[in-house]
């Protein structure tokens, strides 16, 4: 399995990994021969990135930090949320609890997984692909900061509802009221929820704000932001980084980068440390070229070493074959030149 950039995938390629609807239904099942109008279909819904199938990496697994099953789960618990809330309805938080205390349990046992943000998006599914992904990161960099349980679970609610305030109509973040900022209606409709903590509903109001005091919609110092927010605000940052809408998105190793200039000044330089030591700046799938001048396919990563995968460089053909593998934690001399899209 390939992870390729859409304009590179042909006619007769096999689906390597399911591609779901915002409310958890699948769309395309993996393992589907893909047409020219299927591809032109995912193009259209706005899909970018996708998994393909190849018989050189069919025994690549993608190791989930959580599972397809609990990820449609909680994306179908969010789309009734979010109904409810863009019809003005009141929503139940208690189906959602359940879906968090999944999704929790599943971070746990597996919290030595790096990340890999490489969930299929559509223009349908982002906005719940990208609550889910913020919720995950922050609940790692909760765990690795130490956090108790029940302040994860807080953090974990917090995270996936940090957006909630963009679902109201009378949202303007470009407005002169920051009281129509999303942040701010965010925290409007969270704060009244009595099954939620207060905390949970400062995570959407104070999610944008920076540690050097400039962010909005209030302009308050590093001090005197929450920590879940201060959390959030790297996953999200992150997040953003990787799959902007407008189009100017990064790969994992220069988003990295870039977070790496805004800790200190935008973001909480502790947490940065943190999040930085849990990323997978080279997601397994992706085709890479190393300095050697040869390309590959990373399989494998080294917790504590993010920027030095294991790389499957394939060559030639039939009994021409030749198959090895460049464990860059081991090859100190050897370097990851550029990602192949």
Same mark, same amino acid.
């Given at each position: 399995m390939r992870y390729v950039h859409i304009e590179n995938v042909e006619s007769g390629q096999y689906l390597g990994r399911t591609i779901f609807t915002a409310n958890g239904s699948v769309l395309l099942s993996e393992g589907v021969q893909l047409t020219v109008f299927m591809i032109n279909q995912l193009k259209r819904i706005g899909v970018t990135m996708i998994y393909i199938k190849d018989q050189e990496f069919e025994d690549l697994e993608i190791p989930e930090l959580v599972s397809e099953e609990t990820k449609r789960a909680v994306m179908k618990r969010m789309t009734d949320t979010f109904n409810s809330i863009r019809s003005g309805k009141d929503f139940n938080t208690k189906s959602l609890n359940l879906s968090i205390d999944s999704?929790?349990?599943?971070?746990?046992?597996?919290?030595?997984?790096?990340?890999?943000?490489?969930?299929?998006?559509?223009?349908?599914?982002?906005?719940?692909?990208?609550?889910?992904?913020?919720c995950m990161m922050s609940v790692l960099i909760g765990i690795n900061m130490g956090l108790p349980a029940s302040q994860l679970r807080e953090l974990a609610i917090g995270a996936l509802l940090h957006d909630v305030g963009k679902l109201?109509?009378?949202?303007?973040?470009?407005?002169?009221?920051?009281?129509?900022?999303?942040?701010?209606?965010?925290?409007?409709?969270?704060?009244?929820?009595?099954?939620?903590?207060?905390? /949970?509903?400062? %995570? &959407?109001?104070?999610?944008?704000?920076?540690?050097?005091?400039?962010?909005?919609? =209030?302009?308050? *110092?590093? $001090?005197?932001?929450?920590?879940?927010?201060? /959390?959030?605000? %790297? &996953?999200?940052?992150?997040?953003?980084?990787?799959?902007?809408?407008?189009?100017? =998105?990064?790969? *994992?190793? $220069?988003?990295?980068?870039?977070?790496?200039?805004?800790?200190?000044?935008?973001?909480d330089r502790e947490i940065v440390i943190q999040f930085l030591r849990t990323v997978s700046v080279y997601p397994t799938g992706a085709s890479v070229k190393l300095t050697t001048r040869e390309t590959g396919v990373v399989v494998g990563q080294h917790r504590g070493l993010?920027?030095?995968?294991?790389?499957?460089?394939?060559?030639?053909?039939?009994?021409?074959?030749?198959?090895?593998?460049?464990?860059?934690?081991?090859?100190?001399?050897?370097?990851?030149?550029?990602v192949l899209m």
């Amino acid at each position: 399995m390939r992870y390729v950039h859409i304009e590179n995938v042909e006619s007769g390629q096999y689906l390597g990994r399911t591609i779901f609807t915002a409310n958890g239904s699948v769309l395309l099942s993996e393992g589907v021969q893909l047409t020219v109008f299927m591809i032109n279909q995912l193009k259209r819904i706005g899909v970018t990135m996708i998994y393909i199938k190849d018989q050189e990496f069919e025994d690549l697994e993608i190791p989930e930090l959580v599972s397809e099953e609990t990820k449609r789960a909680v994306m179908k618990r969010m789309t009734d949320t979010f109904n409810s809330i863009r019809s003005g309805k009141d929503f139940n938080t208690k189906s959602l609890n359940l879906s968090i205390d999944s999704l929790l349990e599943e971070v746990m046992q597996n919290k030595e997984v790096m990340v890999q943000l490489t969930d299929i998006r559509t223009e349908d599914n982002a906005m719940y692909v990208h609550a889910l992904n913020v919720c995950m990161m922050s609940v790692l960099i909760g765990i690795n900061m130490g956090l108790p349980a029940s302040q994860l679970r807080e953090l974990a609610i917090g995270a996936l509802l940090h957006d909630v305030g963009k679902l109201e109509l009378i949202t303007d973040d470009e407005h002169s009221d920051k009281r129509r900022h999303h942040t701010w209606r965010g925290f409007e409709v969270l704060k009244n929820k009595r099954e939620l903590s207060l905390l /949970i509903a400062h %995570v &959407a109001f104070q999610h944008h704000e920076t540690m050097d005091g400039e962010g909005l919609p =209030r302009q308050i *110092p590093g $001090e005197e932001i929450h920590l879940y927010a201060r /959390i959030v605000a %790297v &996953a999200n940052t992150y997040d953003n980084l990787l799959f902007e809408r407008d189009g100017k =998105r990064m790969l *994992p190793h $220069e988003a990295c980068e870039r977070m790496m200039v805004l800790a200190g000044a935008k973001l909480d330089r502790e947490i940065v440390i943190q999040f930085l030591r849990t990323v997978s700046v080279y997601p397994t799938g992706a085709s890479v070229k190393l300095t050697t001048r040869e390309t590959g396919v990373v399989v494998g990563q080294h917790r504590g070493l993010p920027g030095r995968p294991i790389v499957r460089v394939v060559k030639g053909s039939g009994d021409d074959l030749e198959v090895k593998e460049v464990d860059l934690a081991k090859m100190t001399t050897v370097f990851i030149e550029s990602v192949l899209m």
